[in-house]
């Protein structure tokens, strides 16, 4: 009975134009593009005309796309230390 509850919600996401996971994949690779785009933008840009005070805020821009788009970024990260004990216990259980 409980089981037969589920159901209506994982037939949803099968159908296109229905909210499910890929709306939010697809609105954070656009919302990463246009952040790309505006990096893009300020590497082109002819920074000779501009003064300090401008610089310095489009430094602070960057920063802030970069970070964000760092966080946004759910990767696995690994240290050294942590690869090493890995392969050391793949290599004591094989």
Known sequence: MLSLSFLPLQSMAGIPGSPGLTDTKTSAS???NTQLLRLQEIK???KSDMISSEKKALRKEVRAIRN???SNNN???LSVGAIIIIILLLILLL
């Open 30 to 32: 656009i919302e990463a």
């Open 44 to 46: 082109d840009m002819d």
């Open 68 to 70: 964000e788009m760092r």
């Open 75 to 77: 990767g696995i990260y």
